[in-house]
């Protein structure tokens, strides 16, 4: 269930990419709020500014590119922090799912190595029996066998792979996770069962999502509200079901009438 408590906060946020002595705004003064236990879609075409969104939250926008604003979480302005605090969120509290990240899976580390470097890194946990015990529960709730822990990525089908990025994504119990496109490289019956996955996992863990995406049917099936973007900037926001029943953007009803050809 959705709370009324924000857990995110973004207020004029504006992304400024550097490159070359050329300077690009990719995020125009954009405002939005994530509400606990909330999935927020943010659409739009590429290069609309989606995924720098992302970036900006976890501080990973790389000098000398750079963010202005506020980017309020636990009563602190990301924008700004310095790494040794950074890095008590990120990973940690905040975490994302990169778009086509299931590429970037090391091929010659099994998937418990995986988990044991984020659990001794994030959490401090060393202990081999509580690591075991947060990796089985954490596999358990993406539907995946326990002994999927001895394979390595060459061994496991895309689907699999997936599940096994959000669980690492969800094994902290993160507050929040940013999804980026996650699941852009799945044939259409595997995308929508790793999304009701997701759906589940984060509803039954009380973490919230942003998931960024250029597909709005899934976003549809996925979010409870959502941000429509449009070069760098965001033209709707509200509750999907209101979107897309009467979207009052002239780019958000071009996107709406997409959706209905396809119901079609």
Do not use: C
Not at 74 to 89: A, S, T
């Amino acid at each position: 269930m959705t709370g009324n408590e924000n857990v995110l906060e973004v207020r004029n946020l504006s992304v400024f990419y550097s490159s070359y002595g050329a300077q690009k705004k990719a995020v125009n003064s954009i405002s939005f709020n994530l509400k606990r236990g909330e999935i927020l879609g943010i659409v739009g075409e590429s290069g609309a500014g989606k995924s720098t969104i992302g970036k900006a939250i976890m501080g990973i926008i790389d000098p000398p590119s750079y963010a202005t604003g506020e980017i309020m979480f636990g009563g602190k302005n990301i924008i700004g922090m310095n790494n040794y605090r950074l890095n008590k969120i990120r990973w940690n509290k905040i975490t994302m799912i990169f778009q086509a990240s299931m590429n970037s899976l090391n091929p010659v580390q099994s998937i418990r190595s995986n988990f044991i470097s984020i659990l001794r890194d994030k959490m401090g946990i060393y202990d081999k029996s509580e690591s075991e015990k947060r990796i089985d529960e954490t596999l358990a709730n993406v539907n995946l066998p326990t002994g999927v822990k001895d394979y390595f990525p060459h061994e496991m089908s895309g689907g699999m792979k997936q599940r096994i990025l959000i669980s690492l994504a969800m094994i902290t119990y993160p507050e929040i996770v940013i999804a980026d496109e996650p699941t852009t490289a799945l044939d259409v019956i595997t995308e929508y069962y790793v999304l009701s996955i997701l759906k589940r996992t984060l509803k039954a863990s009380g973490s919230s999502m942003i998931y960024i995406t250029h597909d709005l049917p899934s976003v549809v099936f996925t979010a409870d509200r959502m941000i429509v973007m449009k070069d760098g900037i965001i033209v709707e926001q509200g509750s999907t079901e209101d979107i897309v029943e009467a979207p009052k953007d002239e780019y958000t009803r071009k996107l709406v009438s997409t959706l209905n050809e396809v119901k079609n």
